[in-house]
């Protein structure tokens, strides 16, 4: 898939990257060293640049250059940037691979990718023969799939046999990060060479707000708080483009309408301290943003503008934006993290740490000194907001990593070379959840459906669930379910309140069309209605729906099929027949892979999960099920949402005889022999005896059940 750019960067702009001197060296480097860490400020050109001079050296005549970044957008977003500057087609020499848009062709020498693609490639190919250079970039981040990667990369090379095993010449391994942490990486990577790119920071003068102290580490008013900021600043501060800092999609989306009402009463001949500035660019810059819209954020605003961008977390340390000198940073990060409350991972709002405050400062004094404006006080700062952040890998589900790392042979998975080593509950938890879902059998290896499981790139619970579908002969019902689980939501909420009545009702009607009481089905309805139509996009306009997200699910409904197509065709794929009720076959899958999330009326509309953890839910105002009193007793629900009270999303009602042999299994497993089994071998006569003792248990468990 090629696509084509129109932009044409100035030809001596990367000769003033603060990378550009370091050239030959750095090449050399390369060269020499089978491990290598780059160092240097962020936007001194490691990202873009590195990968052009590897390929300008001929490194690319072996294998392509390949580079992960934590993040999809910085992924697209510097790989159109790269094929700019070397001239050529997006997806010809330069491409990139995020998860269900592959942008590369056989033509591809340098190839900019997600850390979780390279993973899954790994999986594929563990040598990584069609690489001559890997490049792991923003390793200072922390994500869950790069310090993976860096663990099996450590692996390798700790075995030069294994390093060289299905290659014809030596990979060389690149890790790229921001000048943190250096020299425990260069431990980590046995004490390889480091080299340093010297870059120049100007000074950036911090100021605290009166905001947002300590009490509110859970409001939400910081929107309005940095709008107000930013527009203090526009009028108050000399020329110069604002980065502003806040949570996600809908926030930054609320704060730059609220901002474009504010700054169009903005009288520019008494307002405005400097005469200079004649009016306000507002950008907004998120992960599921269009990338002709990314692009916008890169370019110089026109004389007398002063830009604005409003955007997550990506602008900190994965994209720089040129000509920025004031910061508002609005204290708050959306993150995801396991919620020890109600036992799963959940996208949570929480402070950032003190360490990310003075990387998102230090945006503002990359070409001249700035000025950041927190919009939290001193007290919140040291009272709410942690030294570092913590990595992905101590505060997430580790269950997909564990799989892959099981069908990657690494038996032991507690013992595996983490640079941070994760809570051992969680790996527990990990096994835990795997045995349940039946990808891994009691001595901790991968079972045929594990094995079957690994090649999607979705939550374990929800492949099973397909994989369940696919056996009985009905994927097509769960296919777009799954695939409208993994865009962003379709729903669209606008900000005004009639026109938020408008589309509620015009969602209430498209729910009711399948009996107002399946999120799921919902879902599916809406996939197939709007596929059917003879113009979608009118479709989905009159309807509320966003048009760009379903197209999105279109193409991973298609690369779902592909994969389930292909697996399809191994002669061990399961096989059943189901005898009953066909409207009962979606919820009877989804109860297949969503058992976990399983919770019971308790009183009232308050429902209580069975997990074990008990905690007390509520269904969402969203859901078509919320305020349904009749007949609902058991639910299974998608993902939770924490804000003062716990909600369920996407929802639909079960039966108890459905899943009454299933629960039992979320309380059979003992962790702590699911452990042991993890560190070592266990002889047969000591698997018997275990599961022996555990189908007793068992045999209580579902009695206990029967009686409840
Ligand atoms: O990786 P590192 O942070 O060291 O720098 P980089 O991402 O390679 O950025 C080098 C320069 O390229 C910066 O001045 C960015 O503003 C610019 N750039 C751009 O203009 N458009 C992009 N899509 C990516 C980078
Ligand atoms: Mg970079």
Not at 3 to 28: A, C, F
Not at 606 to 632: N, R
């Amino acid at each position: 898939m090629f696509k084509k750019t129109s932009w044409k960067p100035n030809d001596s702009e990367s000769k003033h990257l603060p990378i550009y001197r370091h050239k030959t060296k750095l090449v050399q480097a390369v060269e020499d060293s089978t491990f290598l860490l780059v160092t240097g400020e962020t936007g001194s050109g490691k990202t873009t640049q590195l990968p052009q001079y590897l390929h300008e050296a001929g490194f690319c005549k072996n294998g392509k250059v390949g580079i992960t970044q934590p993040r999809r957008v910085a992924a697209i977003t510097v790989a159109q940037r790269v094929a700019q500057e070397m001239k050529c087609t997006l997806g010809r020499e330069v491409g990139y691979q995020v998860r269900f848009d592959d942008c590369t062709s056989q033509d591809t020498a340098v190839k900019y990718m997600t850390d979780g693609c390279l993973l899954r490639e790994v999986l594929a190919d563990p040598a990584l023969s069609q690489y001559s250079v890997v490049i792991l970039d923003e390793v200072h981040e922390r994500s869950l799939n790069t310090d993976i990667l860096l663990g099996l990369l450590k692996n390798i090379f700790s075995n030069p046999s294994k390093a060289t095993r299905g290659r014809a010449f030596p990979l060389k391994v690149v890790v790229m990060s921001a000048t943190m942490e250096t020299d425990k990486l260069s431990a980590f990577l046995s004490s390889c060479p480091v080299f340093a790119i010297p870059g120049r920071v100007f000074p950036v003068t911090c100021t605290f707000g009166s905001a947002v102290g300590p009490k509110d580490a859970e409001s939400t008013f910081y929107v309005k708080e940095v709008v107000k900021v930013a527009l203090d600043v526009h009028t108050g501060e000399k020329a110069g483009d604002i980065l502003v800092f806040l949570t996600g999609q809908s926030e930054i989306e609320r704060a730059c309408d609220l901002m474009f009402e504010k700054a169009e009463c903005i009288d520019y001949r008494y307002d405005v301290r400097d005469r200079t500035v004649e009016g306000l660019l507002i950008l907004p810059l998120y992960g599921s943003m269009p990338t002709d819209q990314q692009r916008q954020i890169f370019q110089p605003p026109p004389p007398g503008i002063r830009k604005c961008v409003v955007a997550t977390n990506i602008a900190a340390t994965s994209l720089t934006i040129n000509g920025i000198k004031y910061i508002v940073d609005s204290g708050f990060v959306k993150q995801l993290s396991h919620n020890s409350r109600v036992g799963m991972d959940v996208l949570e709002v929480v402070p950032i740490s003190k360490s990310e405050a003075q990387q998102r400062a230090g945006r503002a004094g990359r070409t001249s000194a700035g000025k950041c404006f927190r919009i939290y006080t001193e007290e919140f700062w040291e009272k709410c907001m942690p030294e570092y952040t913590v990595p992905e890998i101590q505060r997430t589900s580790l269950t997909a990593v564990v799989l892959t790392l099981k069908c990657l042979s690494v038996h032991d998975v507690i013992r595996f070379p983490y640079l941070d080593r994760p809570e051992e509950r969680f790996i527990l938890e990990a096994l835990k959840q795997l045995y349940q879902f039946d990808a891994i059998d009691r001595r901790g290896g991968v079972t045929k459906l594990g094995e079957l499981m690994v090649e999607f790139p979705l939550h374990p619970g929800l492949t099973r669930a397909l994989l369940r579908a696919a056996s009985l002969g009905c994927q097509d019902l769960l296919l777009p379910v799954a695939a409208m689980l993994s865009v962003e939501n379709i729903f669209i909420r606008p900000g005004h309140p009639d026109k938020q009545k408008e589309a509620d009702k015009k969602h209430r009607a498209l729910a009711a069309k399948t009996g107002g009481m399946n999120d799921f089905a919902t879902l599916l309805s809406v996939f197939q209605l709007c596929k059917s139509s003879d113009r979608p996009s009118a479709w989905c306009k009159d309807n509320w729906i966003h048009w760009r997200a379903l197209k999105s699910a279109f193409s991973v409904e298609t690369q779902l099929r592909e994969i389930l197509v292909r697996l399809q065709q191994r002669k061990d794929f399961p096989v059943e027949t189901f005898v009953g009720n066909k409207s009962e076959l979606l919820r009877r899958c989804l109860c297949t892979g969503y058992f976990t999330n399983v919770a019971r009326r308790s009183v009232g509309k308050v429902f209580c999960t069975m997990d074990g953890h008990g905690s007390m839910v509520h269904i969402h105002p969203a859901s078509s099920l919320f305020d349904q009193e009749a007949d609902l007793n058991w639910i299974v629900f998608h993902d939770v949402l924490v804000t003062s009270r716990v909600y369920v999303r996407t929802v639909c009602p079960i039966r108890y005889e459905w899943v009454k042999d299933l629960l039992p299994k979320l309380h059979e497993v003992d962790v702590y022999e699911l452990s042991s089994v993890a560190r070592e071998e266990v002889t047969d006569e000591e698997v018997t005896k275990w599961e022996t003792r555990e189908a007793a248990k068992r045999q209580q468990e579902v009695s206990a059940e029967d009686v409840r």
